[in-house]
């Protein structure tokens, strides 16, 4: 019964994304129902529908800008006007790929100011921005969780020998560009200072540190990336998804201010 969230009301930022659509799924299968927030609203309101039919919920979807005080404002009036609002998932995230644009964008002393100043506005002011609103909800209701979705890279530096590309000077080789740890660890430290934030008025906040997942990489990638971590492998999408409902559900009453570290053991060499 611990992990039971029947009558909860749970938001999901980056909700049309490739793990958020599985939280959303995650938390509807045990009884909770998701608000898939997400700048792609067709593919959210998509997603919404089939997490509907298939658990039985009232999920929903709201395309907003989260870097948007404003919205994020409106949305939660709208959203109190059905409720209270229990569960606040940080997920979303812009997480520029390596391959993204010319071959040396990535790298630090090319890394363009615009993409620096949008990473973090997505990835933590957004995150900032939807829990000062619907934490205050939560406070004043008396009960609330708040999961920030961190990542691995969060822990430690990235490997950039999982990106060299052969024949390709050193100076020009593609990096995992600085503003995913730069937002993950910030995540790591929203969650730490709101876990104390609103804890004497029943408001909890952790961070989850997912590894890697398999989303169609290269096979050079992958037989690099799976030398890295004890279990040989990435993990499979719905491998977060029983980690998420321990993380938002009452079984894990017990814990705030941390970080769930789920790797595949990764960070442990």
Same mark, same amino acid.
């Given at each position: ?26 938390? &509807? ?20 529908? =089939? +997490? &509907? ?9 709201? /395309? ?12 939660? &009036? ?35 100011? #615009? ?24 406070? @004043? ?18 490997? =950039? ?5 052969? /024949? ?39 961070? +989850? !540190?997912? /590894?890697?997942?398999?989303? /169609? ?5 992958? #037989?690099? +990336? ?6 040989? @492998? ?9 980690? +998420?409902?321990?993380?938002? #559900?009452?079984? #894990? !009453? ?11 053991? @990764?960070?442990?060499?």
């Amino acid at each position: 019964m611990a992990f039971d969230l029947s009558g909860r009301t749970a938001v999901i930022t980056g909700g049309a994304g490739l793990l958020g659509q599985r939280h959303a799924a995650a938390v &509807a299968e045990m009884g909770a129902t998701p608000i898939l927030v997400d700048s792609n609203i067709t593919a959210a309101r998509q997603i919404a529908e =089939q +997490i &509907a039919a298939r658990y039985g919920v009232a999920a929903a979807a709201y /395309g907003i800008d989260i870097t948007d005080s404003q919205q994020v404002d409106e949305l939660a &009036a709208e959203l109190r006007a059905r409720g209270n609002v229990d569960i606040l998932i940080n997920n979303a995230a812009r997480n520029p790929k390596v391959e993204d644009g010319n071959i040396n964008f990535s790298r630090l002393e090319n890394f363009p100011l #615009s993409e620096w100043q949008n990473d973090i506005a997505v990835g933590l002011t957004g995150a900032f921005l939807l829990s000062r609103t619907f934490g205050e909800d939560m406070a @004043r209701q008396g009960k609330g969780v708040i999961l920030n979705v961190a990542s691995d890279l969060a822990v430690i530096a990235p490997d =950039q020998r999982l990106y060299r590309k052969d /024949g390709v000077p050193e100076t020009q080789q593609p990096v995992k560009p600085v503003t995913y740890s730069v937002v993950k660890a910030g995540l790591i430290g929203l969650t730490r200072y709101l876990s104390t934030y609103w804890i004497n008025r029943g408001v909890r906040c952790n961070a +989850i !540190s997912p /590894g890697g997942v398999y989303a /169609g990489q290269d096979e050079v990638f992958l #037989s690099r +990336i799976e030398q890295l971590i004890p279990l040989g @492998r990435m993990a499979h999408r719905d491998e977060y998804k029983a980690a +998420i409902v321990f993380l938002v #559900s009452d079984a #894990s !009453s017990y814990m705030n201010g941390a970080n769930l570290i789920v790797d595949g053991g @990764r960070t442990s060499w």
